[in-house]
């Protein structure tokens, strides 16, 4: 096979080593005489498994004792409506920073739920292009939390220093730049992710909350939906998504083998120099709409003179083996996808695409 | 490799073919140069798998046209959520018929969403043995809908004649034998099964509904969690695990190859006849504590003399390649789990193991 240059948004391209681990052992784990797929959640091969991939999450990112680890199902848009059933009781507010889609989505589903408000907003005409400033925050400093989504998948932009909530725990959706690099979990009281964009596949979402805010979660919300019972239960409460997290195991030891989120930031920073840097050397030609200090490091998004060109751009990119770089439905436009597994190579190469595509088009 | 006979309750053994093709397309489907794990949820090559897995459902059960089939996620145990979260509205009761634990379980969760009650329960010290005759259920002709658990995999008993609820829709938890026989699906007003027994891998849930219960679904409650979201976008509202509805097609196409449910049920009643004729002859060493009429065809549960007897026929079969037979940790003794993907040759094979273990231990 040839493998294609995948720029896809999300689920995203793998690590080969990951892929070709889960082919060589697909019909048997270990000498196991069975799949992944038909071992027990309790039995000691699949625990091994999980116990492996909650053990990488912590290792890699330096997650403080005093913070579970979850492995949940549902996606992203599950979390939007368990982080508010959790944590945001009656006759509290919950503050929402809105820099996307995304963060609109979840303020919706928070709002069916109890009470919340916008804390800040860079829309512009429905459109986003910036991450606020922190002097732009109106905080309810009586907040029960405070969310923000750290990239914006959608509109390219990205948090890079996360904003001062004071005694007021932050909440991260991190979906689509989990572990693009290290941080500081400590600051937050909620992170969660779906492991589509760079650390899986879809149908798993990744967790990390401190113990207190768990403890301390609403209890008059059904059993599924608390925390509290899955990180009492290590995520075994319910059958978990055995193979996604046989899988999102094998992609944090292949991230591991890399050197961890110290070398893979370093490659993430490189990528985006080099794609920035064509788009900025071609600025003429090509727009990029986005802010240049909210500039996303996961999601480049740009526009070209006419649609019609852009629609000739990724025609050609597909003819070279470059794919997913069609715009957000709700968008448009050109986004290039750069998550962890997404080479240096392939980076480079789109970026010589688009200067030949430049000279031969403007 | 020597593949064993996987005799497990769930996740449990999956059709050889299915994993081998898995195996086979999983560094590339079709010839896109990308996993499918890595293809967007949104683009042509996914969608063909999506729609290929809602068809298979839908053709394998003769699914009424006035019935949604939806795929998500979170397991049956999300599930006990749901349906209350869904369809019971304030002022109104739902009624549940216990069979064993998981339906214990749903009643458990309906009652902290709303107003639930016990139809009947065949409950004698905490143990069931047997599935209610219509004439023990108290039903409430003003209920918002009716609970049943089609088989238990705990205790082994299993629905054959669904009861008649009258106007009441009547909702099923069939995670652990959905799809094991063809069934009337315009009989309930919806049905939900975890896929990790007979159709696929953990972390997937079907769900036929009658539309028009779907459509009276309350809105109070978060999006993510109606049907009607779900229902509206055919389970694309947000990322589905892609992976996950690879497989369930995967096994789905194996099972309509297979000559579809009607050729299923025939080898799956065979493989009983087998598994409970040996029990049956072997009485006074083997105790099946099921009632004969509530036997279930899926989970074949029995004692032995002793707990010692028990771990050595574990151990004995282990050694000649059967694994999976211990009983769930709730109950105890040896549990045989044979669903669709299980073959004819491995319950046979154990139960001559149990002939020749009684012969010797006896």
New interface residues.
């Given amino acids: 096979?040839?493998?294609?240059f995948?720029f896809?948004?999300?689920?995203?391209?793998?690590p080969?080593p990951a892929?070709?681990r889960?082919?060589r052992e697909?019909?048997?784990l270990g000498?196991?005489?069975?799949?992944v797929?038909?071992?027990?959640?309790?039995?000691k091969e699949y625990e091994a498994v999980h116990d492996e991939a909650m053990a990488l999450v912590r290792r890699l990112l330096s997650v403080p004792d005093d913070y579970h680890v979850m492995l949940l199902?549902?996606?992203?848009?599950?979390q939007?409506?368990m982080v508010p059933?959790n944590l945001l009781p009656a006759g509290k507010s919950a503050d929402y920073v809105l820099t996307g889609g995304w963060s609109e989505k979840a303020l919706?589903?928070a709002k069916?739920?109890g009470t919340a408000r916008v804390a800040a907003t860079t829309a512009v005409d429905g459109r986003y292009t910036r991450i606020p400033t922190q002097a732009e925050l109106d905080l309810d400093p009586a907040a029960a939390y405070v969310h923000i989504t750290s990239n914006n998948t959608l509109f390219g932009t990205q948090w890079f220093d996360f904003p001062n909530t004071g005694d007021v725990p932050l909440v991260a959706d991190m979906s689509s730049d989990f572990m693009w690099r290290k941080f500081d979990v400590s600051k937050f009281g909620l992170v969660y992710a779906?492991a589509?964009k760079n650390i899986g596949?879809?149908?798993?979402v990744v967790v990390l909350a401190r113990k207190s805010l768990v403890d301390g979660g609403r209890k008059?919300?059904?059993?599924?939906?608390r925390y509290k019972t899955h990180a009492d239960n290590k995520s075994l409460?319910?059958?978990?998504?055995?193979?996604?997290v046989y899988?999102v195991r094998n992609v944090l030891a292949w991230l591991e083998e890399q050197g961890g989120l110290d070398a893979v930031e370093k490659q993430n920073r490189e990528k985006g120099r080099v794609l920035y840097g064509a788009l900025d050397e071609l600025s003429s030609f090509y727009k990029c709409p986005v802010d240049v200090g909210s500039r996303s490091l996961m999601n480049v998004v740009f526009r070209l003179p006419t649609e019609a060109l852009e629609e000739k751009l990724i025609a050609e990119a597909k003819k070279a083996?470059m794919?997913?770089l069609k715009g957000h439905?709700a968008v448009g436009g050109i986004r290039v996808s750069t998550y962890n597994a997404v080479s240096l190579q392939a980076v480079t190469a789109l970026a010589q695409l688009l200067r030949d595509f430049a000279r031969a088009n403007a």
Same sequence: chains 1, 2.
């Fill in positions: 096979m040839a493998r294609v995948n896809n948004a999300g689920p995203a391209a793998l080969l892929l070709e889960a082919q697909l019909l048997e000498s196991s005489g069975m799949s797929l038909e071992h027990s959640h309790r039995g199902q549902g996606g992203a848009s599950q939007f409506a059933m919706e589903e069916l739920v779906g589509q596949p879809s149908g798993i008059d919300i059904p059993k599924i939906f409460y319910n059958t978990p998504p055995t193979f996604s899988l083996g794919v997913g439905r």
